[in-house]
């Protein structure tokens, strides 16, 4: 490569591009080992409640404030938070629309 102004810009640059590469490299494999942890606390903290909230399966005596507060985490617990029959409605009604 000639030595002139191009070649040293692409120098210069191909360094700092490898520079942030290693620097973006590092930081994500920190946030994933933090980030990682602490999903595992959050899933194991739903992985209970799943357990607490299938306990009146067993037919055990459970307080009406403790059913009270079981049908409010329910849908946390199945994952249900999103309306999914909303989102589904409007793409089967727009369908059924362009049929007729």
Sequence with gaps: MPDNLLSRSLLVAA???DMSLQTTLIGTIVLNII???AMHLVLGMINNLQIIVHIPMLNVVIPANVISINQ???PLVMFDILE?????NQFFSESEEDAE
């Excluded at 999914?84 to 589904?88: E, V």
């Design 72 to 74: 409010i985490i329910l």
């Design 84 to 88: 999914d029959s909303l989102i589904l």
């Design 15 to 17: 360094e700092m591009t």
């Design 35 to 37: 980030i990682k942890g």
